[in-house]
Nanobody, 115 residues
Framework: QVQLVESGGGLVQPGGSLRLSCAAS????????MGWYRQAPGKQRELVAR???????DYADSVKGRFTIFRDNARNTAYLQMNSLKPEDTGVYYC?????????WGQGTQVTVSS
């Protein structure tokens, strides 16, 4: 069964940190580009960060220098380390696995940045 399961979301104060995890099953994980997207209330889903099968990374301008995406192919898991969190980082974070025209989505995990 093809599945992506996110974890690690929660409530954090501004300036704090969280690490999100995305565990994949049912796919050849190392072949896929893994991405993290987020959707804030009333807004469209947007790309936060992406890492290719070769390890190349890409970030939204709003998170550069604060977020880091990485992957552990041995564990079939992708991660998003989020530091210096801001209230505008609040939203549901979704994991995505991409290969050619195939996109697989996780169920999402809520991140709330608030004092």
């Amino acid at each position: 069964q093809v599945q992506l399961v996110e974890s690690g979301g929660g409530l954090v104060q501004p300036g704090g940190s969280l690490r999100l995890s995305c565990a994949a099953s049912g796919i050849r994980f190392s072949w896929y580009t893994m991405g993290w997207y987020r959707q804030a209330p009333g807004k469209q889903r947007e790309l936060v960060a992406r890492i290719t099968s070769g390890g190349n990374t890409d970030y939204a301008d709003s998170v550069k220098g604060r977020f880091t995406i990485f992957r552990d192919n041995a564990r079939n898991t992708a991660y998003l380390q989020m530091n210096s969190l801001k209230p505008e980082d609040t939203g549901v974070y979704y994991c995505n696995a991409e290969q050619f025209v195939s996109h697989i989505w996780g169920q999402g995990t809520q991140v709330t940045v608030s004092s």
